[in-house]
C-alpha cells in the first residue's frame, strides 16, 4: 500500500512538471506571435496593448518557472521514508513517551481523526482512530478466533476432569427390562 502511494505520488509529480512545461511553451508561443504583431504594426496603440500583454506573459512564465522549480519527485529512497512510518505505526506510544510537545501533536494528528474533544463535567470524550490504526485493528481481528489468536494455547489453570458416572450415564443392565415388567 506504502510502495502504491510512493509511486502515485512521483508519477503525480512527473504530470505536474510535463503540465507546466506545456503551458510555458504555449506562453512562449503566444509572446512570440504578439512580437510579430507588433512588428507588422504601425499604431501606437496596438502596440501599446500588445507589449501589456506581452508582460503580462512574462511574468506568468516566469511565475510557471518558479513553480517548476519546486515540483519536485519524493526526495529519498523509498525504504529510508517506510521505516519511520512503520515504526510509528507499531508502537506510536513510544514516540509519544520519548518525543517532546512537537512530537506529541504529531502522534495525536497522525493517530486520530479528529481533534481531542473534552467535556468539562465527563472528561475527554472517546476520539476515531485514523485510517492506518482501523486498517491494523481490522487485519488483527481478522487473525483472532474466540479471543485469542489462530493456532495459540492458553493454559487456564483448570485441570480437565472426567465426567462421572451418574444415572444417565451408566450402561442399562441386559435384565433391567425383566425387572420393570414385574
Not at 496596438?46 to 501589456?52: A, D, H, P
Not at 513553480?67 to 523509498?78: D, L, S, V, Y
Not at 520519548?98 to 479528529?114: C, H, N, P, Q, Y
Amino acid at each position: 500500500m506504502f510502495r502504491h502511494i510512493w509511486q502515485a505520488k512521483q508519477e503525480q509529480a512527473q504530470e505536474v512538471l510535463r503540465a507546466t512545461k506545456r503551458k510555458t511553451a504555449s506562453l512562449e508561443k503566444e509572446i512570440d506571435r504578439l512580437l510579430d504583431t507588433i512588428s507588422a504594426v504601425s499604431k501606437r496603440s496596438v502596440i501599446s496593448r500588445c507589449e501589456e500583454k506581452i508582460d503580462m506573459l512574462e511574468r506568468e512564465k516566469t511565475k510557471l518557472t518558479q513553480e517548476m522549480a519546486n515540483i519536485t519527485k519524493p526526495k529519498g529512497r523509498f525504504e529510508e521514508k517506510l521505516e519511520p512510518v512503520l515504526t510509528f505505526l507499531a508502537n506510536p506510544f513510544r514516540i509519544w513517551d520519548l518525543g517532546d510537545i512537537t512530537l506529541r501533536r504529531l502522534v495525536l494528528k497522525l493517530a486520530f481523526s479528529d481533534r481531542i474533544q473534552y467535556d468539562r463535567f465527563e472528561g475527554v470524550r472517546t476520539l476515531e482512530l485514523a485510517f492506518p490504526f482501523k486498517v491494523l485493528r481490522g487485519i488483527d481481528m481478522l487473525k483472532c478466533q474466540n479471543g485469542a489468536d489462530e493456532k495459540t494455547r492458553t493454559s487456564t489453570g483448570v485441570t480437565p476432569q472426567r465426567p462421572q458416572r451418574c444415572a444417565s450415564t451408566i450402561p442399562p443392565h441386559p435384565h433391567a427390562w425383566e425387572r420393570l415388567r414385574l
